[in-house]
């Protein structure tokens, strides 16, 4: 009898064990492919891998990651909505690896865009440590855009390894001055500094 406990203890913490590791796993890849409502874009079907990266990141969050190991034109873009005329400015962090554009525009790489637009922000390419980059455009008389981080361009395809992190959006003053007021995020967990202040955003639920 006594035996047959033994055994049914050891089945017991085996079968945990096993669950666990499973969990694990399941847990993981949710958290890679956890890309809280950014869709995934490119202009050649699966030749780009979208993942979220927690080896490679700016911040302890993971960051947005986008491999192509082929000359294809890919983003994560989530659509906002935005008043009609006004000024905005989009920010975040990258980082890029053996980025390639696949002619000598210089509007092809690692950038944050609008998509289906031509406005866009520097373009990165080669292999650079993280940096902040930023797009300003005006709403004219849209009420909703596609902020898309990319690694490609309107005018072409890139190939290489762009991560993106840190995605914040402000509302301008419509008064032609330099001041930014903040209106809203993107991202649903970030940080922002305002007038000198870190302050720490986190509105999903873990």
């Not at 989530?78 to 002619?103: F, G, L, R, W």
Request: charged content about 25%; overall charge positive.
């Amino acid at each position: 009898m006594e035996q047959k406990k033994r055994k049914h203890k050891i089945s017991y913490y085996i079968t945990l064990a096993i669950l666990l590791v499973i969990l694990y796993f399941v847990y993981q890849y949710y958290q890679q492919n956890n890309f809280n409502d950014f869709v995934r874009s490119e202009s050649k079907l699966y030749a780009s891998t979208f993942i979220r990266d927690n080896e490679v990141k700016y911040t302890a969050k993971r960051s947005y990651k986008i491999d192509s190991k082929d000359f294809n034109d890919a983003m994560f873009y989530k659509k906002i909505k935005v008043n009609k005329n006004q000024p905005y400015k989009v920010t975040c962090m990258v980082k890029t690896s053996n980025v390639q554009a696949e002619n000598e525009n210089s509007g092809i790489g690692a950038q944050i865009s609008i998509e289906g637009t031509t406005e866009r922000s520097i373009a990165i390419s080669g292999t650079q440590n993280w940096q902040k980059i930023e797009l300003i455009f005006n709403s004219k008389d849209r009420e909703e855009v596609n902020i898309g981080f990319r690694l490609g361009g309107y005018l072409g395809e890139a190939k290489g390894e762009a991560w993106f992190s840190n995605f914040t959006i402000e509302e301008g003053i419509t008064d032609n001055n330099s001041e930014w007021k903040f209106a809203c995020f993107i991202f649903k967990t970030t940080d922002v500094n305002i007038n000198g202040k870190e302050i720490k955003l986190d509105v999903t639920r873990k």
